[in-house]
């Protein structure tokens, strides 16, 4: 048997499980349209396995017992065998999710070790406080994991935001239950057979491929899961929110994003422009903090859009194994057909199409999209408007600083944005009046596992990644008591 007719089914308490119901679904390569593999397709009672496994791995003396410093290990352990495969990890994830090559490999892998091993320093150095307060009392806290943690993500960074959730989960003594996206589940699959060849004990990390409306929910509405840190879009997110009230678990939201992108015309506009057409057409544009709306002030407007469409241009669509390959292909039929209707909209609410805009194919397969960029956007198109999750860059012209920040806040979400001038005062006070999450200044699309990254507004609410948000989200504070006299 191949890997792949192996690996391509629950992995619940280190072991491969069929789902009970014997369902499978197809993962699909979006560059040749070609069936990866079937995978093993989990619904309630199967999500209900992989939660009694977390809780028992939660209570044992295994995991429980187990000492922040030996956690710490494990973790680090992992991060090595992640970089020990991480050809094969890369290639699975471009399989899946039809991004290049190099991205998978040397952008999202390098991430996923770092993250691993960022958290893996967290485990042995989670502390509480003594706290000084009235009377004769000796008062303290202790950091507690919160429980069984469901952790279900999107497919635009599988391994990468699966990373994200999993290691701060797991480095704060948490058990985890990841529900990877239908369309990119396979390196998640992976992902837990590696834990438990680093050393994790059974239970401590189970990945249940399967659906959102089915798994997902399962997963959400479970008494038994402490609580949900969820990736993806504003619509699924408010569902995972409603769902969650009815056992009151701690949730945390990454949602989508219309991350405005604002070139002043003291900014170094040769390097605006580079930064912009990467921050909208890097990952195809299927990246949470994409920037979609580049806001440009008018008297650089004409040479903006000009130098956009010439980036456009030398975004090679290709094999996206192959080397030279810029831009992938989008993930699903499902979601070319979702960008290809905001391309239409867009014309036909009188935006002008000034580069790309045509579905691809490379011999004649896979759904590729054009880089695209719409210039004469008005705010209040529905492309200037609404997460297209594709290559398409939507080019809005202002007057002055306080119209760029209009502009800018004029959208429900608030992810990301990013700010292009030579004037530090004015990129300190535009950064600080744009309502998001992250905020990079002459520069774009930064990440790092220190630094916490998620939403205002409908963007969400909770943090990924850094010290505090792991603490924040991960953990619970347990304040104790005792009388000192007598
Ligand atoms: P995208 O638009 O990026 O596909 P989704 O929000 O649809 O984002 O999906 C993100 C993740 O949420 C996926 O793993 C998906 O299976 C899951 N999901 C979708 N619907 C639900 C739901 N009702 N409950 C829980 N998870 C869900």
Redesign the pocket.
């Given at each position: 048997m191949s890997d792949l007719e192996i690996r391509n089914r629950l992995w619940i308490h280190n072991e491969w499980r069929d789902a009970h119901s014997g369902r499978r679904f197809p993962t699909v390569n979006p560059a040749t349209e070609e069936v990866i593999t079937t995978v093993s397709e989990a619904g309630e009672a199967d999500i209900g396995d992989a939660v009694a496994s977390a809780s028992e791995a939660f209570r044992s003396k295994a995991w429980r017992r187990m000492s922040a410093h030996r956690r710490s290990q494990l973790l680090w352990r992992l991060a090595d065998l992640i970089e020990a495969n991480a050809d094969e990890l890369g290639r699975l994830e471009t399989m899946d999710n039809g991004k290049p090559y190099f991205e998978s490999r040397k952008v999202d892998l390098t991430s996923v070790i770092e993250t691993f091993r960022y958290f893996a320093g967290l485990a042995d150095k989670i502390q509480g406080e003594t706290i000084p307060v009235s009377g004769p009392f000796l008062n303290y806290t202790l950091r507690e994991p919160v429980g069984v943690v469901g952790c279900?993500?999107?497919?635009?960074f599988p391994l990468n935001l699966a990373s994200w959730k999993v290691a701060p989960a797991l480095a704060c003594g948490n058990t985890v239950v990841l529900?990877?996206?239908?369309q990119t589940p396979l390196t998640a699959i992976r992902l837990g057979e590696l834990a438990a060849e680093a050393g994790f004990p059974p239970g401590v990390l189970n990945v249940v491929p399967g659906?959102?409306?089915t798994a997902?929910?399962a997963?959400?509405r479970h008494p038994d899961v402490d609580a949900i840190s969820?990736t993806?879009?504003v619509?699924?997110g408010r569902?995972?929110m409603r769902?969650a009230a009815g056992t009151l678990k701690k949730v945390s939201l990454e949602l989508g994003g219309k991350s405005p992108n604002v070139i002043f015309a003291d900014a170094d506009v040769p390097a605006a422009i580079r930064g912009a057409a990467m921050g909208i057409y890097y990952g195809k544009g299927e990246v949470c903090a994409a920037g979609s709306r580049i806001l440009v002030e008018r008297s650089v407007y004409d040479e903006v859009v000009e130098g956009l469409v010439g980036r456009a241009g030398k975004m090679t669509i290709g094999d996206p194994m192959t080397d030279g390959t810029r831009l992938g292909a989008v993930v699903s039929e499902q979601q070319l057909d979702r960008v290809m209707n905001y391309i239409r909209l867009g014309v036909e609410e009188g935006a002008t199409l000034a580069a790309g805009g045509e579905r691809r194919t490379v011999d004649g397969k896979g759904y590729f999209v054009e880089a695209t960029v719409f210039s004469d956007v008005d705010s209040q198109m529905t492309i200037a408007q609404e997460e297209i999750f594709g290559p398409v860059a939507a080019v809005i012209p202002f007057d002055d600083a306080d119209h760029a920040i209009e502009i800018a806040n004029d959208t429900i979400f608030g992810l990301a944005a990013g700010v292009w001038t030579r004037d530090i005062g004015k990129a300190h006070r535009v950064a600080g009046e744009i309502k998001a999450g992250t905020v990079w200044i002459n520069t774009y699309n930064q990440y790092d596992a220190a630094a916490p990254f998620g939403g205002y507004k409908s963007s969400g609410f909770g943090r990924d990644l850094g010290l505090q948000s792991a603490l924040d989200k991960y953990t619970q504070t347990k304040c104790v008591w005792v009388p000192l006299d007598g």
């Open positions: 279900i993500v999107p497919w635009n529900k990877p996206a239908e659906f959102g409306e997902g929910a997963l959400v969820f993806g879009s619509e699924v569902t995972v769902e």
